[in-house]
């Protein structure tokens, strides 16, 4: 049988495992037996009410005779767990197939043998098979079936981009030997060619063909392609100090003055084009392979956006990442001659103070939106649905009894499971809603959004306010429209009960009636 989730796996299984625990000391006890005796001890009253005549004792056979047909059906059908294979649980027997998402494209199903979480240690221990009632067994089974179907249509083409910008929300560059690279590049690189650039206008042919392509803005980052293919900018500039990873070689402009020292430096001094485009020690490689930590792994990241636009090169995707690494910690310009002592005067820490104090609001507006994501909610509510199923699994068969086995509940529970089983349903589709709002929102450049964040601010808060919405009001809605269908069809499914209480009353106004023409 399918379910919804890792914890539903075991969320089922226990419910049905706390069922038949709190059913034994009603059975054993006998107990489960007063309902059927009231109504039995009531019809005898109600027939010695009315005088034991040929009538009234027909009455009374034919109202004990429902009363024990009703309770054998609905004890046999939905309390009596039935220990037979097409009826027992067992966490191999269930299993889940993970959403399809722009990390994991074709997810691996998985059984409650081996669910590769935590679970398996945690919850895995107690309780191995659980037997069900046959009618709640089928409704299980039709219920998940459903909903397997539906959510793998819908989820068709679906790009995730709520777990794409969950990704690059949380993106964080923690090596601060990276950041402090990158600090460097932007001393040494960047502010001399965006120097030049804006000296030289108007701009190069190889310039304005960059310009052309990548927009205006392209100048404003240190992997700008203007600064790359003109070789008046990276390829004129060089680190001004040596660079881990790059081979000094004598014969390079820039480490041939290294080379008149006694011991040689193990590393050298690329230029800036190379020092940004190299394949596995480059600044661009680097920051694209760090990008998404801790809580996106670079791989899972990278993935994404490669998956959400295979055509995409692998330089647009290294340069995507490095991008949003740029955007996450932004370096800026200091002044080398500065680094070798503390020459700012007072006046110039004072002025700076109101900057250094927007940077720590800054830092805490970014941690204030990283813990207000939608992903906790979105998680809370996908963790609820399974243990509120728990709780009616574990509650129904005694709800049958005391409820003295009104047929009733044999619609109104199997409307409940139905009911929340397909909030997953509703939940699919918000989010196949949520998907397709943000791609249109953010279209032609679906990257934009993720780096932007200021200018795309108001557009994540509508989306955020609806995906909210969709969360919450379709499995409210959806309920209380179950439960009007409920309720109606409880009162269909009781129809053997009413056709016995109005036979009584029918018998009943005979035997009233036949009185009184005898008395006249």
Known sequence: MGVDSYLEIYTTLYGWFFANLLLQPFIATGIYLLPVVFKMVGAFLDAHKDGFDGETAARMIRSIEGTLFIFLFMFIFCVKPWSIPATSLSRIGMSYTPPATVIEPAPVTVTGADTHSTYDTTLGSRADVAAVPPWWMMVMLVSSGISTTVRSEIQQGMADMRTLHYLAATARVSDITLRMEMQRFYTDCFVPSRSR????????????????????????????????????????????????????????????????????????????????????????????????????????????????????????????????????????????????????????????????????????????????????????????????????????????????????MFVTGAVAIFTVKFWVVLWTIARWLDDHLIRALNEPDLFVSLFDIADHGFKRAILNILLVLMFIGLPVLWTAMMGWAGHQLGRFMSVLEGARIAGESAGAEGVRAGRKGTKI
């Open 197 to 408: 650039f804006l000296r030289t206008l108007p701009p190069s042919p190889p310039a304005a063909a960059a310009l052309a392509q990548y927009g205006s803005g392209d100048v404003d980052w240190i992997g700008s392609h203007v600064f790359r293919d003109d070789p008046e900018f990276y390829q004129r500039y060089w680190a001004i100090d040596p660079v881990v990873g790059f081979i000094f070689n004598v014969n390079n402009y820039a480490d041939s003055d290294l080379a008149e020292g006694e011991a040689p430096p193990t590393w050298g001094r690329p230029s800036c084009k190379q020092w940004w485009e190299a394949d596995v020690v480059g600044l661009r490689a680097k920051m694209a392979r760090h990008v998404g930590w801790p809580v996106g792994s670079p791989t899972q990241l990278g993935t994404a956006v490669a998956n959400l636009n295979p055509l995409m090169s692998e330089d647009e995707r290294l340069d995507n990442l490095a991008r949003l690494a740029y955007v996450k910690d932004e370096p800026r310009y200091i002044d080398p001659a500065a680094i070798l002592g503390s020459d700012r005067r007072w006046y110039d820490s004072a002025a700076a103070a109101p900057g250094e104090l927007l940077g720590v609001v800054g830092t805490g507006w970014e941690w204030a939106k990283f813990n207000a994501s939608l992903m906790p909610l979105i998680n809370l509510f996908l963790m609820a649905q399974p243990l509120i199923l728990m709780g009616i699994y574990m509650l129904l068969p005694l709800t049958v009894i005391f409820s003295g086995y009104s047929p009733k």
